[in-house]
């Protein structure tokens, strides 16, 4: 039930979010002429690759140097229209392609990066495989959104997203699923995808 209704929302998403993919994509290519799209290895259901694809947010070649970090408060890398893509989630809108794949579903926990770090100001970087509940929260399809996503500002350590996101692993239900996707878009609504306090 849940794979049907991720191919009919992601089809229908797909259809009806044309006019903003075109003004999404123009505003990017204004801003600095760079790439439009961004593909990033993700991994998937199981520990499995998949590349994700996303409207490009931040400064061409932005992880040259530091590598795969997570974006923080005021993060230089990111542009003007990569900040009001970022607060909307619409940076994400080219993951309903992932979506109708089968790679991600609409919920579960955010399809993580290989070899992502956290940093968060700190001088020694934590390999993300090394916090408790990474393994767990494999069992299942990666999501556009989530009980972390939804519940816990965006820049909370990784250790308190993950106990969400085992906690959506043990409680998982169409229901619980439909009434995230609401909230997503009352979050997409308001702006605050990017918000450090509630979002909802």
Not at 32 to 43: K, N
Not at 54 to 61: E, L, P
Not at 101 to 115: E, H, I, T, Y
Request: aromatic letters at 10%; charged letters at 30%.
């Amino acid at each position: 039930m849940k794979r049907v209704f991720d191919i009919f929302l992601s089809s229908i998403g797909l259809l009806i979010s044309i006019p903003l993919w075109i003004i999404i994509m123009l505003g990017i290519k204004l801003e600095d002429g760079g790439l439009v799209f961004y593909l990033q290895e993700r991994m998937g259901k199981n520990g499995k690759i998949f590349k994700v694809i996303k409207f490009r947010s931040m400064i061409v070649d932005a992880e040259k140097e530091a590598g795969p970090i997570q974006a923080t408060e005021h993060d230089p890398r990111v542009t003007k229209i990569g900040s009001l893509l970022r607060k909307t989630a619409m940076d994400e809108l080219p993951q309903l392609i992932n979506i109708f794949k089968g790679d991600m579903s609409f919920v579960g926990p955010r399809a993580l990066r290989p070899a992502e770090k956290e940093v968060f100001g700190k001088e020694d970087e934590i390999e993300i495989e090394k916090i408790p509940g990474y393994q767990k929260r494999l069992e299942v399809t990666p999501g556009l959104t989530g009980l972390a996503q939804v519940y816990i500002p965006a820049d909370a350590p990784r250790r308190q997203k993950f106990r969400y996101d085992i906690l959506y692993v043990k409680k998982q239900s169409f229901c619980l699923d439909m009434k995230l996707v609401l909230l997503s878009f009352w979050i997409t609504l308001k702006g605050k995808w990017e918000s450090r306090e509630k979002k909802i």
